[in-house]
């Protein structure tokens, strides 16, 4: 199997890499920073963004039709992975909703989230977990309840990371208060203007000190959203009522696949070599270290298996193949990848490495220690390991469902 890039896309990723280093300003970075953080879009940013999608970086496979390029995942892989290297933005597609809303949504709906997205005039923020159930999405109790062509919602969403800037949220509802578990659940998208909705901040680990940029899973801030009588129209609900699991699992494992979830986990495996190889304080030695030397091999080894581990996905589904488990298996290897790789660097570098941002002894800003701040975080985002290994399980292995 053949993982290199072809000639072109290879001059993609040089066109890129020149777009960035010519536009992306320590202005841009600023504004994008206050952007996600839910201050709004400056200027400097929206044109950034305006020149990106005039060169059709932006959804870059998907359809024509609704203002993609059509172009092959590969290629999308490549915008996605230069752009989160640079600033960690998502960008070409991946991780954004879209994907559940092509494969599920109506003709309409993709004809009015497609397009919008593309143009960063919409953007979702994900509504499935709840104080009570957390991971065990199954379990949800936000109701929608139908009255004709109009849905009315009640509940809470917890950790919902990016609602105070999201103009969307991809939420998760039962719709048939009758059933249990996994049956009567849909899927709404549903406007995040719409009266009835609050958004109450939770502040990270990561907000006091602030994280510093490169930092893995750093966001300052998730969320609280409320929702009160919130009436929505029935055109809001994607795929069919009652059929909402599965809707949501075919759209996690599309918005699993992409760069930004492989650079998630070896960016930091990047940074710890990077900064060895310098040998110099506080790491000089280091590098003739065979303990140090072999450990970091190790790291880096696995590192290499959750790019392989992406790459077979896309390829999967550049060839119109149907995902049975490998999003999963991605989503198991890659986040315990991060806690081995964390916990290892700490102790290579030793007790500097667990000064945070603005000490004056931190390491690198302290992204090191705040790494490990969020690695044990992202064993439970987006799915938890538990439930993944469960799913390879039934899906991948055909094993049956575990009996109490």
């Keep these: 199997m053949d993982f290199a890039f072809t000639e072109d896309e290879e001059r993609l990723r040089a066109e890129i890499k020149a777009f960035i280093a010519r536009q992306l300003t320590p202005e841009v970075k600023a504004q994008l920073i206050a952007e996600r953080e839910g201050h709004g879009r400056g200027p400097l940013a929206a044109a950034f963004f305006r020149d990106i999608y005039e060169r059709g970086w932006l959804g870059v496979s998907w359809p024509k039709q609704y203002g993609g390029q059509g172009a092959n995942r590969f290629a999308q892989y490549i915008v996605e992975e230069e752009f989160y290297r640079a600033a960690q933005l998502v960008i070409g597609g991946g991780g954004t909703g879209v994907p559940a809303v092509l494969a599920a949504g109506t003709e309409e709906q993709k004809r009015y989230y497609v397009p919008g997205s593309i143009r960063r005039e919409i953007s979702f923020c994900q509504g499935y977990s709840e104080p009570h159930c957390g991971t065990d999405l199954a379990g949800i109790r936000c109701r929608a309840t139908r009255h004709g062509e109009i849905f009315i919602i009640n509940g809470q969403k917890i950790y919902t990371t990016g609602a105070q800037a999201a103009t969307h949220i991809y939420l998760m509802v039962r719709t ?125 080894t696995e590192g290499q298996v959750c790019r392989l581990m992406t790459m077979r996905s896309l390829s999967l589904e550049q060839r119109g193949g149907r995902f049975k488990y490998e999003g999963s298996a991605e989503k198991i290897w890659a986040p315990e990848h991060g806690v081995r790789a964390t916990e290892a660097i700490s102790q290579i570098l030793g007790p500097y490495a667990q000064l945070l941002n603005g000490s004056p002894h931190a390491i690198n800003n302290g992204v090191f220690a705040h790494n490990l701040l969020g690695a044990f975080q992202s064993t439970v985002n987006h799915g938890s390991v538990q439930v993944m290994r469960d799913q390879v399980a039934r899906k991948g292995l055909g094993m049956p469902k575990q009996r109490n």
């Excluded at 009436?231 to 996690?252: H, I, S, Y």
């Excluded at 060895?276 to 000089?284: L, N, R």
Aim: charge should be negative; glycine fraction near 8%; hydrophobic fraction near 35%.
């Design 176 to 300: 048939d208060p009758n059933s249990k578990r996994q049956a009567g659940l849909s899927i709404l998208l549903v406007p995040m203007n719409t009266p009835g909705i609050t958004i109450r901040p939770l502040w990270t680990i990561q907000s006091d000190p602030p994280a510093p940029p490169k930092t893995t899973y750093g966001e300052p801030r998730t969320n609280e959203v409320f929702f009160d009588n919130v009436e929505v129209p029935a055109t809001c609900l994607l795929g069919a009522e009652g059929d909402g699991w599965a809707v949501a699992q075919r759209g996690l494992n599309l918005d699993r696949v992409g760069a930004w979830r492989y650079l998630i986990s070896v960016m930091r495996d990047e940074d710890i070599v990077n900064l060895i190889k310098k040998d110099e304080p506080p790491t000089e030695g280091l590098r003739q270290d065979p303990r140090v030397r072999d450990k970091l091999a190790e790291l880096w």
